[in-house]
């Protein structure tokens, strides 16, 4: 029996996911369970079917059903999703019968997913602005089949079984004041056997509207000798009620149904920080009909290479290419970007993003399922699925605390009275404490809400992780290596000098000469010069391309030159004090293009790929953080020297084969340590997949980019590395303050349950306090920190 993670394909390096900690609602959950559904929803694979299982609200229940599971025959895989509270089975008939049998009897209700899309949105209203209570019903399949932000099914799971929030608030609600009854009758009423009939019976109302699906998989969990906090809390009150604290019975159960729901919606905001992206999208796109009329369709309709409209202020429905308009468009909710980018013919945009200025012409390039955000939103939610190292410690953990503590209970109960002379009522109320007290509920949750927080954060920030494993190891990167073309450069050659060489020359003839035959070239130098030129009008006639030379041509009637060092000699118009220029440029690393006449060489044009304003900055913080910037590079080692000194990295390589890149980081691993790859995900493979953490800079649109490396910057922003680098010093700063506070927290009140005279009151304060705290404190990622674009410390972050 094998897991299986939905998209993105995992990095050649990268461990398979483990799908055991999508903490959607709570540690437990209070809610009722859906009538069973005896139908199974095949998928288009074979023997792949997917359900929805109601009460799987967090980690403990899925691995209750993995341990249900675990005996069968014939099941090739299993892939959960708890955001969606789905479980996928691939199985032959009778497995999956079995497995299905099996999760019943776990106390749980499988209902066909279909089935509880379609009764789910028959109980709500799909606009064009949703409002989300709870998660979304989306086909998470891996052919990637679903259609982010468009018709959304509100998964308040009503028609599925599961209260809503209010519907839970409004039950519980009236739980509680069933229980605070119970305690006035019990404290204000005479004590004789009808008034405590009476009482018992208000007690017991109050623990079946608030526990029962509680007990439902707390008795299921002890027939197959589970210990998990359903367990814990089934015997906990039950023992109350029989030795006679059946007041304290129901207010516990009324309390913790609360704390639970209070806890799940806490975390809920977590999971769908990412989520609310969804929205973003439009439902309908206005395309252009065979007839050349315009007309509204839905985006999910649209098909590849549609020509689709967006005027100012509408949202962009399907990323495309622009084919006509231009426009500015805020595109932060993908790229993370604050400013708007201008967008022309040849421009991609993206689904998701605003229009703001003018009216643009796109020609559709992705279908709604499978746009940039929908990527975006799919490579995040299995992030959420996947496990940090320091969630599975705390698991394994976990899984050996509660059966002790549950020892140390049964201890109290029969050790107590012989030792310490206890009477066996107050050593039974003592050992029940303690059980309520030992719920690991605090403990387990304590770090996937962190972890979701947090990569809900970057992701906001236009920062992809493609896992916790991830975020954790940036936080001990020693080395970033640097690939320069389009990393630390803008990947694009750009006029950067303009030197007259002839006195006698006129610098506005040689202007308007140059950006005349630069203009009528199609390389990539010359495209330079022309843009960095303007345009400067003339009259350019007989215009011949020299094949690995440069370009001829009569510009105002003038026959001229642009080409490189060759071709000057070959004319014999060249010059030692033109060589001397020459030669001192491209000791710079730029590439130098000659304007000459018959009358000699009139202009020097250096052109370079110039240094992204952000690079320095953002290696001025790495070094802050402590980290070593190297540049990698593929061109020649002068231009990577002087490049790497202009972004204030004083180690540079260059000449580098992508070969010869994994071999260096290689040495930078054993040099420095951890070490991590830029690059832009394609060309630079090898040495992201030999790098302790990969890194793919300005991938938005990028297929390949995107599934390389195990971060995805959406821009071009290299300071969004050091971000990424205190995020995760703050993770790991608040992961172990919510292991000490919950630990904490326990210790304390086990210790006062054994010695002193804590209450079931207290224990149920002190889990549910506990989990609230950690829930609260882990929820405080979702704001960036103020410093995220500044230099810091390891200290400060």
Not at 564 to 580: K, Y
Request: glycine share 8%; hydrophobic share 45%; proline share 4%.
């Amino acid at each position: 029996m094998s897991d299986a993670q939905p998209s993105p394909p995992p990095h050649p390096h990268r461990h398979p996911h483990e799908h055991a900690h999508d903490h959607q609602h709570g540690c437990c959950g209070a809610s009722a369970p859906a009538d069973a559904a005896t139908e199974a929803v095949a998928t288009p694979s074979d023997g792949r079917t997917q359900w929805r299982i109601p009460t799987m609200d967090c980690a403990a229940e899925e691995s209750e059903i993995r341990h249900a599971l675990e005996r069968i025959p014939g099941i090739r895989m299993l892939s959960f999703r708890l955001g969606q509270r789905t479980l996928t089975i691939d199985a032959d008939a009778d497995a999956r019968d079995a497995a299905l049998a099996a999760i019943r009897r776990a106390g749980f209700s499988p209902v066909p997913f279909t089935a509880a899309v379609a009764s789910d949105a028959a109980t709500h209203t799909h606009g064009h602005d949703h409002k989300h209570d709870h998660d979304h019903d989306h086909d998470h399949d891996h052919d990637h089949d679903h259609e982010h932000g468009h018709g959304h099914a509100s998964a308040t799971p009503t028609a599925s079984g599961a209260p809503s929030a209010w519907q839970g608030l409004v039950r519980y609600g009236i739980a509680l004041a069933f229980a605070a009854a119970a305690e006035l009758i019990s404290y204000l009423a005479p004590d004789v056997m009808p008034w405590r009939a009476l009482g018992m019976a208000v007690a017991a109302i109050a623990i079946a509207l608030a526990g029962f699906g509680t007990y439902q998989k707390g008795f299921a969990a002890l027939r197959r000798g589970r210990l998990n906090i359903n367990a814990l809390m089934t015997v906990a009150v039950t023992g109350a009620f029989v030795i006679g604290q059946w007041p304290e019975a129901a207010m516990v159960m009324a309390l913790y149904a609360i704390a639970e729901l209070i806890e799940a919606r806490s975390v809920d905001r977590a999971r769908n920080a990412i989520g609310a992206l969804m929205a973003l999208a439009p439902d309908e796109a206005e395309v252009r009909a065979s007839d050349g009329q315009w007309q509204r369709v839905r985006a999910e309709e649209v098909a590849l290479g549609s020509i689709v409209r967006i005027k100012p202020g509408e949202r962009v429905a399907l990323d495309g290419v622009v084919i006509d308009g231009q426009s500015a468009i805020d595109q932060a909710s993908v790229t993370g970007e604050s400013i708007p980018v201008d967008k022309a013919a040849g421009d991609a945009v993206f689904a998701g993003t605003i229009n703001q200025t003018g009216v643009l012409e796109c020609r559709v390039t992705a279908t709604a399922g499978n746009s940039t955000l929908a990527r975006i939103i799919d490579a995040v939610e299995a992030a959420q699925g996947s496990r940090a190292p320091t969630q599975r410690f705390v698991d394994r953990f976990a899984a050996i605390y509660t059966p002790i503590v549950f020892l140390i209970a049964l201890s109290v109960a029969l050790g107590t009275p012989w030792l310490f002379g206890f009477s066996w009522h107050d050593a039974a109320y003592k050992a029940l404490v303690l059980l309520v007290i030992a719920c690991p509920c605090a403990l387990v949750i304590s770090t996937p809400v962190t972890i979701v927080s947090a990569l809900s954060s970057a992701a906001r920030q236009g920062i992809l992780i493609k896992g916790g494993t991830h975020l954790e190891n940036a936080r001990n990167l020693k080395a970033v290596a640097f690939d320069k073309t389009g990393t630390v450069t803008h990947g694009k050659p750009a006029l950067v000098a303009f030197e007259m060489l002839r006195s006698t020359s006129d610098e506005t003839q040689s202007r308007i000469w140059a950006a005349g035959i630069a203009g009528h070239s199609d390389h990539p130098v010359s495209q330079a010069i022309a843009a960095g030129l303007g345009v400067l009008r003339s009259e350019v006639r007989e215009f011949t391309a020299l094949a690995g030379r440069g370009v001829e041509a009569a510009v105002d009637g003038t026959r001229v030159l642009l080409g490189n060092h060759r071709l000057i000699e070959e004319r014999a118009l060249c010059s030692a004090a033109v060589e001397e220029r020459l030669f001192a440029h491209e000791a710079m690393g730029r590439t130098v293009t000659l304007l000459a006449s018959s009358e000699g060489v009139h202009a020097l044009m250096a052109v370079a790929d110039t240094i992204k304003p952000s690079s320095t900055d953002a290696v001025s913080q790495l070094r802050a953080l402590g980290v070593q910037p190297v540049m990698l590079s593929g061109d020649n080692a002068a231009t990577a020297a002087k490049v790497a000194a202009d972004a204030g990295i004083s180690e540079a390589r260059g000449n580098l084969l992508p070969e010869d890149k994994q071999q260096a980081l290689k040495d930078l691993q054993a040099r420095y340590g951890m070490t991590a790859m830029v690059g832009d995900g394609i060309n630079d493979a090898p040495a992201l997949a030999q790098s302790d953490l990969g890194i793919a800079m300005g991938a938005a649109g990028t297929d390949i980019a995107m599934e390389a490396a195990d971060v995805v910057v959406m821009n071009d922003d290299l300071r969004r590395i050091p971000t990424l680098v205190r995020l995760s010093q703050r993770t790991h700063t608040v992961l172990w303050q919510n292991i000490s506070l919950a630990l904490g927290i326990k210790a304390v009140f086990l210790l006062w349950a054994v010695l002193g005279n804590a209450t079931m009151w207290m224990a149920v304060f002190a889990d549910m306090g506990a989990s609230l705290i950690v829930v609260a404190n882990g929820l405080r990622l979702l704001r960036p920190a103020a410093e995220s674009d500044a230099p810091a410390s390891p200290a400060t972050a």
